[in-house]
């Protein structure tokens, strides 16, 4: 089993809607989560930080169930440039803890 | 502003020949650097790291190198490359270990 899996998709979307990508990790000494977004052909990017009581930014949700191990992304409003990949990211355990990367979930926001 | 250069942008190169890939943090001193490489559809696999110069983790036991001649400096290395090391690599930085700054990558293509 991965440590961390994430649905591929891709998950193809209308301009306005809501769209929701879970992740999910196999190891209970995970710390810190995060969802980072990645374009075609480009570098990762933190989007946010994902805290266990949930947070949010802008049209942007996160939401954290460490009973059930795994984390959510809701996009409200979904916008062309939503378009890209978004990557699931777990820190396994605390000092010399380690950083797992999914393999993430595909979105295409069309007009 | 803390800013990770990497170069080249892409590269194709003959089965058994060399490889020599540089990244270079500026705005910053004694980051941690490390070198990514994602397959298509998989996560980014952790190849190296490092805490300090000459200072080197190696994560996967491959055909790969990595060497840190300097604070600012991170250099991944191959004497002769594989079909298998095709992939795009990626050099990141993190001040805290919690969230990853990435380069611009290198589309590596072994033909």
């Given at each position: 089993r991965k440590e961390v899996e994430q649905d591929p998709g891709p998950f193809n979307v209308p301009e306005g809607a809501t769209v929701a990508?879970?992740?999910?990790?196999?190891?209970?000494?995970?710390?810190?989560?995060?969802?980072?977004?990645?374009?075609?052909?480009?570098?990762?990017?933190?989007?946010?930080?994902?805290?266990?009581?949930?947070?949010?930014?802008?049209?942007?949700?996160?939401?954290?169930?460490?009973?059930?191990?795994y984390i959510s992304l809701l996009i409200r409003d979904s916008k062309l440039s939503d378009s890209a990949t978004y990557l699931c990211v777990v820190n396994i355990g605390t000092g010399g803890f380690k950083t797992i990367f999914g393999a993430g979930t595909r979105l295409f926001v069309k007009a | 502003s803390q800013t990770i250069h990497q170069w080249p942008a892409t590269l194709v190169q003959p089965v058994g020949s060399p490889l020599s890939l540089e990244c270079t943090v500026e705005g910053t001193s004694n980051p941690n650097l490390y070198w990514y490489r994602q397959a298509a559809g998989r996560g980014l696999q952790l190849l190296f790291y490092s805490v300090g110069i000459g200072q080197i983790s190696s994560e996967v036991p491959q055909n790969l190198s990595a060497s840190r001649p300097q604070d600012r400096q991170f250099i991944l290395s191959s004497k002769k490359l594989l079909l298998s090391d095709s992939g795009f690599y990626l050099c990141a930085w993190t001040r805290d270990r919690v969230s990853y700054t990435f380069g611009s990558g290198t589309r590596l293509t072994v033909v």
């Open positions: 990508f879970n992740c999910t990790y196999s190891n209970s000494a995970s710390q810190s989560f995060f969802w980072y977004r990645q374009d075609c052909r480009k570098e990762p990017k933190l989007l946010m930080s994902v805290y266990s009581s949930g947070n949010e930014d802008g049209r942007f949700t996160a939401q954290l169930n460490r009973a059930s191990q | -």
